[in-house]
C-alpha cells in the first residue's frame, strides 16, 4: 500500500518553524529519527513512530509518546546507519509519491554532507525527495526538476559525483543551454527565478539542485 507524502524530522536545525509548518499537510505521514521528535512536538504533531537509537530523545518526550502510542523503533548504538538513514528506510516501506526531510540542513557539516548523499539512493529515483527547512530546501535532479518559489530567489545547481554535461534551464536569471557543469568549477552557484518557476533538465548524471528562498 502506498503513501502519499512522509514527512521526516531529523535532528538538525530548524531555524523558522513557522516556515516550516507551512510546508506541511494535513495527511503527511511524519516519522522521527530519534532527536528530530522535538521538531515535531514544537508543531503540534504526533509522529507514526520514532527510529533511531534515542540518544537524543528526552526521557519527557518518551514518555508523552508512549502514552500517545506512538510506535518505537529502538535500535542499537553501535549501528552502520545514522538515524536519519533509518528513518528514511522505513519511509520508503511505504512507497511514498514524496519524501520531505526536515530539520537535516546545518549545525554539523559532516552530518549535513550525509544526509544529502542519502538523496542520491537510486531507490529515489521516483521519489520527489528533498531535504527542507521551509527556508533552504535542497535535492537531486536525474532528468527534470522544477523549483517553486519567487522571483529572486537564490538557485545553485551543483554536478554531483562528475560533471553534468547537457544542462538546459528555463526560468533562471542566467540560462544554461546544453551548458555542461563541472564539480571542481562554481558555475552553477547562485543564480536567481525570475518568477514563480523554474525547471532544470539534464540527460545523464546528478545535479544537487539547492534554492533559497527570498523570504
Known amino acids: 500500500m502506498s503513501a502519499g507524502r512522509v514527512v521526516i524530522f531529523a535532528n538538525g536545525i530548524v531555524p523558522d518553524l513557522g516556515k516550516l509548518r507551512a510546508l506541511l499537510r494535513p495527511d503527511d505521514i511524519v516519522i522521527c529519527a530519534d532527536g528530530g521528535t522535538r ?20 526521557e519527557a518526550d518518551r514518555r508523552r509518546l508512549s502514552a500517545a502510542h506512538v510506535e518505537i523503533m529502538l535500535h542499537s ?15 520508503l516501506s511505504c512507497t511514498p509519491a514524496a519524501v520531505l526531510i526536515a530539520g537535516a ?14 538523496l542520491a539512493d537510486p531507490r529515489l529515483r521516483n521519489v520527489d525527495c528533498r531535504l527542507d527547512d521551509g527556508i533552504e530546501e535542497a535535492f537531486f535532479c536525474r532528468e527534470v526538476a522544477e523549483i517553486r518559489g519567487q522571483a529572486g530567489d537564490l538557485v545553485s545547481l551543483l554536478p554531483w559525483g562528475m560533471g553534468v554535461a547537457d544542462v538546459h534551464t528555463q526560468g533562471l536569471k542566467w540560462p544554461l543551454d546544453g551548458d555542461a557543469l563541472y564539480p571542481e568549477k562554481t558555475r552553477g552557484i547562485s543564480n536567481e527565478m525570475l518568477g514563480q518557476s ?18
Do not use: C, F, Y
Request: glycine share 8%; hydrophobic share 45%; aromatic share 0%.
Open 105 to 118: 540542513l546545518g549545525n554539523r557539516l559532516d552530518q549535513t554532507l550525509g544526509n544529502i548523499s542519502l
Open 77 to 91: 548504538h553501535d549501528k552502520d546507519e545514522t538515524d536519519l538513514e533509518l528513518a528514511l528506510q522505513h519511509a
Open 39 to 58: 521538531h515535531a512536538l514544537a508543531l503540534g504533531l504526533t509522529p507514526a513512530a520514532v527510529i533511531g537509537d534515542l540518544d537524543s530523545l528526552l
Open 198 to 215: 523554474a525547471t532544470v533538465r539534464i540527460q545523464t548524471g546528478l545535479v544537487l539542485v539547492i534554492h533559497r528562498r527570498r523570504s
